[in-house]
């Protein structure tokens, strides 16, 4: 039996980390990165051609559509801090933000989150969902708001922050 390369998401010290291992199995692959005290989210053997090994490293989170970038981030999270500041209720922020955003990919994730915290889903694990958008910070401060009622002042950190 010969090693074979798998890919592999997980979490190590709070950080998402992806990577390949040699390994002879998918359970060797697993015990290796737990042993590195990484907590595996996904893990799947390479192919071996070249080809998909290019178009791997090419999609990063965009899935084939317009990639987000950080001053996209920026835009949202300035008019996000500055609408709640100005006291309008979240889900209207979220709706007229949606309306005014010209990038296609953030326009879906900020109508995704729109959509979950209707549903109940509290404003931080909306954000949680899109991790190589929204790092630690981000969700955190976001927390901070939330258990404080204090949404728009973390808000206005987190615009500092960018």
């Given at each position: 039996?010969?090693s074979?390369?798998?890919?592999?998401?997980?979490?190590?010290?709070?950080?998402?980390?992806?990577?390949?291992?040699?390994?002879?199995?998918?359970?060797?692959a697993?015990?290796?990165?737990?042993?590195?005290?990484?907590?595996?989210?996904?893990?799947?053997?390479?192919?071996?051609?070249?080809?998909s090994?290019?178009?791997?490293?090419?999609?990063?989170?965009?899935?084939?559509?317009?990639?987000?970038?950080?001053?996209?981030?920026?835009?949202?999270?300035?008019?996000?801090?500055?609408?709640?500041?100005?006291?309008?209720?979240?889900?209207?922020?979220?709706?007229?933000?949606?309306?005014?955003?010209?990038?296609?990919t953030?326009?879906?994730?900020?109508?995704?989150?729109?959509?979950?915290?209707?549903?109940?889903?509290?404003?931080?694990?909306?954000?949680?969902?899109?991790?190589?958008?929204?790092?630690?910070?981000?969700?955190?401060?976001?927390?901070a708001?939330?258990?404080?009622?204090?949404?728009?002042?973390?808000?206005?950190?987190?615009?500092?922050?960018?």
């Amino acid at each position: 039996m010969s090693s074979e390369n798998y890919s592999y998401k997980g979490i190590s010290a709070g950080a998402y980390v992806e990577g390949v291992i040699d390994a002879l199995s998918v359970e060797e692959a697993s015990f290796k990165l737990k042993e590195k005290k990484i907590i595996i989210t996904k893990i799947t053997r390479e192919k071996i051609k070249k080809k998909s090994k290019e178009k791997n490293k090419k999609s990063s989170f965009s899935f084939g559509k317009k990639k987000v970038k950080p001053e996209d981030i920026v835009i949202f999270s300035k008019q996000f801090a500055t609408m709640v500041k100005a006291g309008l209720p979240i889900l209207n922020v979220l709706a007229m933000i949606r309306d005014q955003i010209e990038h296609p990919t953030v326009k879906e994730i900020v109508e995704d989150i729109r959509k979950s915290l209707e549903g109940g889903v509290t404003l931080s694990k909306c954000f949680e969902k899109y991790p190589k958008i929204f790092d630690n910070v981000y969700i955190n401060l976001i927390k901070a708001g939330e258990a404080s009622g204090k949404l728009d002042l973390f808000l206005l950190k987190l615009v500092g922050f960018t």
